[in-house]
């Protein structure tokens, strides 16, 4: 083919994802029917028309995404295909179309021209284009500050909720030296259990998980908008993002999940996750919300009971985090309901495999449940001897 030929055009597929009243479909389903050039162009109105094309194994060119249906999930199935996504914007402020993974942004009106050129772009294109860096108030380009993420798990009825809640108290009680993100801390709950909100006795919260996972398919978010979807509650010192009860963190991409991760730790000094179990629910994959919190986390606390039966659950749940993390991870090992001899003690060490001095052992607290039940004050004793080990752990 010479210098000036014309691109090969033929056998080309392009989908389109809009809603029902947007022009630009229409407008370049005309062109394609007048056969102006050798282009198939499929408009589709859901995303799970869009999952059956492309599950059907039909070639396809590219994807071109509306700003009101953009979605990072199936912007990261196209690509799982190896189809480019290009976000087309009719208004308002424009996505961050980079970080959600488009290789172009096409601004209304679309001109077939514009699609032609597109298409012969991402075909000649042998590496991926550079990022676009975007002017915001923050900046979410460059890496985050040293936020400290710890996720914390253990089978269900081991505590973990209540651990979460002690090991929150105390390092927002006692937070970072270094003024990150106003040095503010946040519990967020990961599970479809709903114990934070329970817990907190937050009846309305304030957004929470779910509109926070929704942000992130779109766009990058701001601090300031992130920080708006927790709750404050009286007599705590750190704020809560609640769970969402429908299970949505639990549906989540590893792309999606990880750009929640990163917005919580661009706003918060330190962000604990309460992961919930990892075993014996069929809906921690390992892209979920709470399984990629254990794998990205700066420290991991794995949460079990004493008796032979807690001791088994968490030697299982080790297990589970050795395969999210690999071996040499920072974990800190709680037992909750903890015997009182040494002995017995140390049995519980021997049984999962951990020396005695590595495992916290928290005694039964008697007021726990009263302290839940009307959101009273945290046990400062308890939540330190959690808070000083993970502190060490993070030093380290």
């Known amino acids: 083919m010479g210098e000036h030929s014309t691109p090969d055009r033929s056998g080309r597929v392009v989908l389109g994802l809009a809603g029902g009243r947007v022009e630009w479909t229409a407008r370049l389903s005309r062109w394609a029917m007048s056969a102006t050039a050798d282009v198939d162009f499929l408009r589709c109105l859901s ?42 914007h009719s208004g308002g402020p424009a996505a961050d179309w980079v970080d959600l993974g488009c290789v172009a942004l096409l601004r209304e009106p679309v001109a077939p021209t514009d699609v032609l050129d597109l298409l012969d772009e991402v075909e000649a294109r042998s590496a991926p284009p550079r990022p676009v860096t975007r002017r915001r108030v923050v900046d979410l380009d460059g890496p985050p500050e040293p936020a400290t993420l710890i996720a914390v798990t253990g089978a269900g009825g081991s505590g973990v909720t209540t651990v979460t809640m002690l090991l929150a108290h105390a390092l927002a009680t006692r937070p970072p030296t270094r003024p990150v993100h106003g040095r503010q801390t946040a519990v967020v709950d990961a599970t479809s259990s709903g114990g934070l909100g329970l817990y907190h006795d937050l009846v309305d919260p304030r957004g929470g998980v779910a509109d926070l996972i929704e942000l992130h398919r779109r766009d990058r978010v701001d601090p300031d908008e992130v920080r708006a ?26 792309a999606t999940a990880s750009a929640v991760l990163d ?11 309460d992961a919930g179990s990892l075993t014996g629910t069929p809906t921690a994959a390992p892209e979920s919300l709470r399984s990629v919190a254990v794998r990205d986390a700066d420290v991991v ?26 071996p040499g991870a920072p974990v800190v090992t709680v037992c909750t309901a903890a015997p009182r001899s040494p002995g017995e003690r140390r049995a519980v060490a021997v049984g999962i495999g951990r020396d ?21 004050p945290l046990p400062t004793a308890v939540a330190e001897a959690l808070a000083g080990p993970v502190r060490a752990r993070v030093a380290s």
């Open 263 to 273: 917005g919580l730790r661009r706003t918060f000094a330190t962000v604990v996750v």
């Open 229 to 254: 979807l927790s709750d404050s509650v009286e007599g705590r010192p750190y704020l809560v993002v609640a769970g969402d009860v429908h299970g949505g963190a639990d549906r989540t991409t590893t």
């Open 47 to 88: 995303g799970t028309e869009v999952r059956a094309v492309l599950g059907a194994g039909r070639p396809v060119t590219a994807l071109l995404l509306d700003a009101s249906v953009v979605d990072r999930d199936l912007i990261d199935l196209a690509h799982g295909f190896g189809v480019p996504t290009a976000l087309v």
């Open 356 to 376: 005695r001095a590595d495992v916290v052992f928290i005694p039964v607290v008697t007021r726990l449940e009263r302290v839940h039940r009307d959101v009273g």
């Open 301 to 326: 606390v794995a949460v079990g009971r004493s008796g032979l039966h807690g001791v088994h659950r968490l030697a299982v749940c080790l297990d589970e985090v050795l395969v999210l993390r690999g």
